[in-house]
């Protein structure tokens, strides 16, 4: 298997403009996390869904961000407008669901000037 | 909600020598205690994991111990190697999820020649 895949590995773009990250769970996974790491705050969770479903958002830093997960094997975090304060290492992860192991994409290091 | 504490922050030691990081946790429906290894630029990797049915478990250099009574969990690293150096995090489920896991905040590992 070749792993959680994200995109883009990196990104640099100006305040004020949309900034889409994708992920690609591993296949038969049931769960799928977006984390946000900076080295203030560490390693935070932002939402998870179960089955698509979108469990719990209460990491979502405020309305300019949003997820969605329209299949089993795909998932997008957005943020519009960005600002420079969101600037940080942002990883997708799955587990097959339940109380199990969480596995890492390599993170898209988000930069916004 | 769950709580998870991560001790040290910081810790260096000699390569040969041992090192162990303590984490803790509060809810006591938590019962999947992961810990993963996150090097430079990439993405946290599972290294070891224990269920609240063991109370250890070894996979050549590396150890976990669970006390489920005290609510606590530890990784011990024997014969250090400089590839070790790393951050290291603790990890507990959220009892009441779906699968969710409450992070530590992370140890850095220096492990000096």
């Known amino acids: 298997d070749a792993g959680v895949i994200q995109s883009p590995r990196h990104e640099v773009t100006e305040m004020g403009q949309e900034v889409t990250l994708r992920c690609k769970p591993i296949?038969?996974?049931?769960?799928l996390f977006w984390y946000r790491q900076t080295m203030m705050r560490g390693l935070e969770l932002l939402i998870y869904?179960?089955?698509?479903?979108?469990?719990?958002d209460s990491g979502m830093p405020e309305d300019r961000f949003s997820a969605k997960m329209p299949n089993a094997s795909f998932s997008t975090l957005k943020i519009q407008p960005s600002e420079p304060r969101d600037s940080a290492v942002y990883f997708c992860?799955?587990?097959?669901?339940?109380?199990?192991?969480?596995?890492f994409g390599p993170g898209t290091r988000l930069t916004v000037l | 909600g769950e709580n998870v504490e991560q001790h040290p922050s910081t810790l260096s030691v000699q390569e040969g020598d041992s090192a162990v990081i303590k984490c803790t946790y509060s809810d006591s429906a938590s019962n999947y205690f992961p810990w993963y290894k996150q090097e430079l630029g990439k993405g946290p990797q599972l290294i070891i994991d224990?269920?609240?049915?063991?109370g250890e478990k070894k996979d050549q250099r590396i150890a976990v111990t669970l006390n489920k009574t005290a609510k606590h969990f530890s990784l011990h690293i024997t014969e250090t190697q400089p590839e070790d150096s790393a951050v290291y995090f603790c990890a507990a489920s959220d009892g009441g999820s779906q699968g969710n896991l409450i992070f530590g905040k992370g140890t850095k590992l220096s492990v000096k020649p």
């Open positions: 224990i269920r609240s049915n063991v």
């Open positions: 296949s038969g996974h049931n769960s």
């Open positions: 869904f179960n089955n698509n479903v979108p469990i719990d």
């Open positions: 992860a799955s587990s097959p669901g339940g109380a199990d192991t969480q596995y």
